[in-house]
């Protein structure tokens, strides 16, 4: 049992680090397009927040995940449980927004539906970019008024032990659902026009396979490997919220250690390596994370000539 959870927290701590690595290239990237060409597009604003949001969360996941394995005795103050409870429905709030928004771009840039709906939305995309601001804004602040009115209620309960234990088992569900329940529908609409953009993409290679030219041929490869990427993008968002509720289940049987940390690398999995198959799968994406990755390189290479010196 000691040696499945050393080998679990070898592949967690891999997670970690590439994750970080992966994500901060991304930004990097991002930002020196964006110092270059003097401007930055949407589609680079919503790469550069996913990449970002997702180094926080990675970030907030371990310290939690660390202190739970190493720490099990330690006792936060009540302003610093507080400060880090908003921290976190911040991060997790972001975190999904920006991949929701992500979605829905590429939903309404790249499918091709002739629903009245659709093609509705598709000619107001800005407007739709502000109505998920505004989402976003209130189910922070609909988040927040609950995580406020969850501390007040934990700090003023004045009751038996076992009754209270009984109440956190069952209200830790209720309150975890009601505090991201912004979260859940952003999600949900996440998955839902990934799902409608495969269905998009696959019927259109399926027209582009029985014309069968050469360039219709390359076409029809391109669109096969985004289908391919939105559906490990899929899988990683499962895994990712499947790895936090395990974790959440895992406050009532502290002493399963192997499955906290199962859920801790299931986790991690969406926002470490996620970033990676966005790089590899994007040519702008991959050439711009060389260019830093040189950069890096000859600062590197200044730094020791200077220290020789």
């Known amino acids: 049992m000691l040696r499945a959870a ?31 060409n003097k401007k930055l597009p949407k589609i680079g604003f919503l790469l ?18 660390c202190t739970k394995l190493f720490f099990p005795t330690m006792h936060w103050s009540s302003s610093l449980t507080k400060s880090i409870s908003y921290i976190w429905v ?12 992500l979605s829905i771009f590429y939903f309404l840039k790249i499918a091709n539906f002739s629903h009245c709906v659709f093609l509705w939305l598709k000619r107001r995309t800005d407007k739709v970019f502000f109505f998920l601001v505004g989402y976003l804004l209130i189910s922070l602040l609909i988040s927040y008024s609950l995580v406020v009115k969850i501390m007040k209620d934990n700090q003023m309960r ?7 234990i009984f109440l956190e088992k069952r209200e830790t569900i209720i309150n975890y659902v009601l505090v991201n329940i912004g979260i859940i529908s952003l999600f949900m609409m996440t998955l839902t026009t990934c799902f409608f953009l495969i269905i998009s993409l696959w019927r259109h290679s399926k027209r582009m396979q029985s014309n069968g030219s050469g360039f219709r041929d390359l076409n029809t490869e391109a669109h096969v490997k985004t289908i391919k990427v939105l559906i490990s993008f899929i899988i990683l968002f499962i895994f990712h919220f499947t790895g936090i509720s395990i974790e959440i289940i895992c406050l009532f049987i502290p002493k399963n250690k192997l499955l906290f940390i199962f859920g801790f690398i299931m986790s991690s999995m969406y926002p470490s390596c996620h970033s990676f198959i966005l790089i590899l799968t994007s040519r702008q994406l991959k050439q711009a994370s060389v260019r830093v990755l040189k950069g890096l390189k000859c600062c590197e290479k200044g730094r020791d000539l200077r220290t020789t010196w």
Do not use: Q
């Not at 927290?9 to 290239?25: C, Q």
């Not at 911040?90 to 928004?101: I, P, Q, R």
């Not at 004045?158 to 209270?164: G, K, M, P, S, V």
């Open 158 to 164: 004045h009751i038996n032990r076992t009754w209270e």
């Open 90 to 101: 911040t991060v997790n709030h972001l975190n999904v927004w920006f991949a929701a928004s």
């Open 48 to 65: 550069t927040g996913l990449a970002t949001s997702r180094i926080f969360t990675i970030w907030i996941i371990t310290l939690d995940a």
């Open 6 to 36: 050393e080998v679990l927290l070898s592949v967690a701590t891999t997670e970690v680090v590439l994750g970080v690595l992966g994500n901060s290239v991304i930004v990097l990237a991002n930002c020196v397009d964006w110092a270059k």
